[in-house]
């Protein structure tokens, strides 16, 4: 299966192309990244590759596990795009990822880019290829990169 979109955790980017829509976005993931509200951000959990695992506490979560993961519309909130993990992939206990814009509450594990019009923007690519009959859009979660010790050599 082809992969649309990737996540990459440590480097905190939302990259691909979903038919004809290119994304390039800075987006956070876990650790209540993308939160409005101040000082409320876990700069541990906050796209720390090793606290995929992490949910204790009310805001207590890292970013959502590595795997592939099917994108649809969210059920109940139309601005949002539901992430369904794909067979094979380990949730480490987890659930209820999707791709949205920033709020009060931030990330609980699910990605959060910067601007809000860039969910919008997935969301259409989303729905064109639904009305032209193709497979739902796939997105890959890694942990690569040269920012990937930034959270051993400095927690």
Known sequence: MPVDLTYNIPEEQLSGTIDATVIDVHAGSGGRAGSTTKGVVNWYLQNNPFATGVHRGPHGFG????????????????????????????????????????????????????????????LHAIAHRKADGGPDPILEVIAVGSDLDRKLTTA
């Open 63 to 122: 970013p959502l596990p590595l795997g592939r993961y099917t994108m649809l519309q969210h059920e109940v909130h139309p601005h949002w795009v539901r992430l369904v993990p794909l067979a094979g992939s380990d949730m480490l206990g987890r659930s209820g990822f999707a791709i949205h814009p920033r709020g009060p509450i931030g990330s609980h594990g699910c990605i959060v880019p910067d601007n809000a019009q860039d969910v919008i923007r997935i």
